[in-house]
């Protein structure tokens, strides 16, 4: 397959009949875990994988936004001056974008644009960050942004124009990520340290088949519930709650005490996590993600039996050096399994024995690096 880079070039090149002035690329994600604390203001352990969207960018001089995907064959062209409408699929993420620059009060001038991306989509690996720090990226011509503030507007974007109550870990790993190393993201402050990942140890992101879609997920319905509890409790949000205090509290119903206890034990093995990935320490990396499975399977109650059969499938391929769970908002997408390079062809003979058992036709089952997050190249 040719890159998305060489991709979103060729595009536009064919329908302007030039180069563009430049190309942004932003890869898409795997978390290793860290699951639903983002929006706690917790901590996460993402890393940036080996695909993600390039946007090619020239100018216009007609004042208008024009874009042609590639991956659909498809265009839209709209006012950027004017306020957001919504438009089918893929469109309302590029006019979100351009949205969000117009809120804050950054006139865009015309532009050209082509786009494409090698992400699955509906499978939990980030495809729509990747669309949208790619396309802050290339829209802010005048680079007024870091990288960081590029994630965030991307974020707005998802948060205030396509109405997904996203937190800001997929959009931050899509413009830190670097290559060989997981990223240990305090999603309240910001800050960032990278983990290197040991030279030996594989990581596998392998696609349930089951397509999810956080706008119709129970996806907002579980950020609205650690935001009630958080207020319950009278703290700003569940990364300053711990469980004695949880206990404590009285008149919580038990699903909202689960929900709670989900993060903020997940916040606390994601610290953890990054600890033992630097240290080696496989048996203490299955253990956290086994952990962080149950927890987000009896606590929070975002897997699904299928997807449940598949790590515990998987977890016991690793032979104990290594681990596995869901990654990503849940109800369906991709699992993780962090192994030991010599294990990848149990695991990989793991995951088909699942999908024979379950009579589904094997969708992705892929070994990647952590990749590099955001780069702008010359068109
Ligand atoms: C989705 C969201 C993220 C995060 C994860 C769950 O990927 O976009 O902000 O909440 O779910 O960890």
């Keep these: 397959m040719i890159d998305p880079v060489a991709r979103a070039a060729a595009a536009f090149r064919t329908v302007h009949g030039e180069a563009p002035a430049r190309i942004a690329h932003a890869p898409g994600r795997v978390n290793l875990i860290g699951e639903h604390t983002d929006y706690n203001d917790g901590f996460v352990l993402p890393c940036a994988i080996d695909r993600g969207t390039a946007v090619a960018i020239g100018p216009a001089a007609d004042g208008m936004i024009s874009v042609t995907s590639a991956d659909y064959d498809e265009t839209d062209v709209f006012d950027p001056a004017a306020p957001f409408q919504p438009a089918p699929g893929w469109r309302s993420h590029v006019r979100a974008v351009a949205a969000v620059f117009r809120a804050r009060g950054l006139p865009l001038a015309g532009a050209r644009l082509g786009i494409a991306g090698d992400v699955p989509q509906g499978a939990g690996l980030s495809s729509s960050a990747s669309l949208g720090v790619a396309l802050a990226a290339a829209l802010d011509g005048e680079q007024r942004f870091d990288a960081t503030e590029l994630a965030l507007i991307a974020q707005a974007a998802e948060n205030d124009f396509v109405g997904v109550a996203c937190g800001n870990m997929d959009q931050l790993i899509a413009a830190h990520g670097q290559a060989g190393a997981a990223l240990l993201i305090d999603c309240r402050t910001l800050a960032i340290k990278a983990v290197a990942l040991p030279e030996d140890?594989?990581?596998?992101?392998?696609?349930?088949?089951?397509?999810?879609?956080?706008?119709?997920?129970?996806?907002?319905?579980?950020?609205?519930?650690?935001?009630?509890v958080a207020a319950r409790l009278g703290v700003k949000a569940l990364r300053d709650a711990d469980l004695p205090a949880l206990a404590a509290a009285a008149g919580l119903d038990a699903v909202a005490c689960r929900r709670a206890r989900h993060v903020i034990s997940e916040n606390a093995r994601t610290l953890a996590m990054a600890a033992a990935v630097a240290a080696s320490d496989w048996p203490q990396i299955g253990t956290l993600m086994a952990a962080s499975h149950a927890s987000m399977r009896d606590d929070f109650e975002i897997t699904l039996p299928e997807i449940?059969?598949?790590?515990?499938?998987?977890?016991?391929?690793?032979?104990?050096?290594?681990?596995?769970r869901m990654t990503g908002g849940g109800f369906g997408g991709c699992v993780v399994a962090l192994a030991r390079g010599d294990r990848v062809p149990a695991l990989h003979a793991a995951a088909l024995a699942h999908f024979a058992s379950v009579g589904r036709v094997p969708g992705l089952i892929h070994s990647c690096r952590p990749a590099a997050g955001l780069q702008i190249t010359p068109g």
Excluded: F, P, Q, W
Excluded at 208 to 222: D, F, H, K, P
Excluded at 308 to 324: M, N
């Design 308 to 324: 449940d059969a598949l790590v515990a499938r998987l977890a016991a391929a690793t032979g104990g050096i290594g681990g596995a």
């Design 201 to 228: 140890m594989a990581v596998l992101i392998i696609h349930s088949g089951i397509t999810r879609g956080l706008v119709e997920s129970a996806y907002n319905a579980r950020r609205a519930a650690c935001e009630a």
